[in-house]
């Protein structure tokens, strides 16, 4: 009786109401994190990326935030994390109100994000991009010695390996994910953030994450996990926040709700599986549309390693081929071939063909733009890098292989009306 006493006479001392007041409840709640009421807008408040979202997050758990494409799952980590200011609402780390001016000030109170899009230099090595903004000095100089070793250590417990001398521009994509996670490490970030970490790498690398985001959770960290994948979810979230339009749908328990619940949630109604179980054995009687004789090649991030010897490969019309391996056994290189982006020391024979107009291209002889033409599109890996030009419009990008002909140009001159029509037509019957 006397410590209830004593209890409600602390909590009495706070006027109610008060900033200091809600900093002691909120601190007594056991959350890391707490974003409530927060509402974002773009493009002059006509798209709600955020619409009055709450989300909490407990101390030491596992939280997953699912949800469809344009939920707004991103943005409201991206609030969290000092890179966008809401435009109402309050945010509370580990039960003190923050406002966060920069992802600098979010670093500063222990919160580590790993972007979908890597947020990383390019022309500085691995080395140079953990350490970017907590340099270890001697003397006045960087002691890049004492980074190393920490770095290998954290590298080696996690199993995270790194060319830390790699200059970043030529690292995989799972190197450069690696590359963010060890930053986050090397800082000693308590609650770690993840924007789609398993989008980029193979079924074994995905095993090996689930795993060590386990190993955070014994080491006390908090993790938040943005994912589609919900058998990932089910493997290793505690709860999972579900966010549609903007919104906070539902706070689930992960171990006492299916993924089919948690699928209806997302899209807001019952969804109906129809799955195509049919098998075509008759490709093989179909004619060959692409032809690899004694393809060579090197690592892009290893030019002294060769990543494809002596490749030979077939594909025929109506085939769908599937290429499987460990990250680095030259998958990589082999796409960047087939879609004319890789040329240099690169030899031996890749013909397309066309039976029904009876053309052949030769691969390493013909330029995107020529390869385009013939039928063959290319998704990259690293859409970023490869794939876009960031500092133009979505509608320039959609029709950007096809731009120089009409009715895009005429006359040498951009018709921007023709273009933003086709790309709202791709978006409207694709519902992008």
Partial sequence: MKQKNAKKIEENKVEKNSQAYLDYV??????????????????????????????????????????ENGAGKTTIMSILFG?????????????????????????????GMVHQHFKLVNTFTILENIILGA???????????????????????????????????????????????????????????????????????????????????????????????????KAVADRATIIRKGQSVKVVDVK????????????GKKLVMNVNTSKDDNYQTRPVVCEIQNLNAYKISQPSIKALDDFCLDIHEGEIL?????????????????????????NGSVKL?????GKEIDVLKSSVSQLYDFGVAHIPEDRLKYGLVLNETTAINVVLPQIHKKPFTRFGFLNHKRITDYAASIFSVWDV
């Avoid at 890049?144 to 994509?173: C, E, F, G, Q």
């Fill in 353 to 357: 063909y066309n039976a029904e107009l």
């Fill in 26 to 67: 909120n601190n007594k709640t056991g959350y890391a994190v707490e974003l409530l009421h927060i509402s974002k807008y773009f493009n002059n408040g006509q798209l709600k990326a955020n619409d009055d979202l709450t989300l909490r997050i407990k101390k030491n758990e596992i939280h997953a935030l699912v949800g």
């Fill in 135 to 233: 340099e270890i000095t001697r003397f006045g100089f960087l002691d890049k010695k004492t980074a190393a070793k920490k770095i290998n250590d954290l590298s080696t417990k996690y199993n995270l390996p790194v060319h830390l001398d790699l200059v970043t521009r030529n690292a995989s994509v799972g190197e450069q994910q690696r590359t963010e996670i060890l930053k986050l490490l090397y800082r000693d970030a308590e609650i770690l953030i993840f924007d789609e970490p398993t989008a980029v790498l193979s079924d074994q690398e995905i095993a090996g994450f689930l795993k060590m985001i386990k190993e955070f959770k014994k080491l006390g960290k908090t993790i938040i996990i943005i994912t589609h994948k919900l058998n990932e979810v």
């Fill in 322 to 346: 599937g290429l499987a391996g460990i990250e680095g056994n030259g998958q990589t290189e082999l796409a960047l071939i087939l879609g004319g982006l890789l040329k240099k020391r690169v």
């Fill in 256 to 267: 006492k709700t299916s993924q089919k619940t948690i699928a209806d949630l997302m899209v």
């Fill in 83 to 111: 890179i966008v200011k809401p435009d109402r609402g309050k945010v509370f780390v580990n039960g003190k109100r923050v406002n966060f001016h920069s992802p600098n000030d979010a670093v500063m109170a222990g919160i």
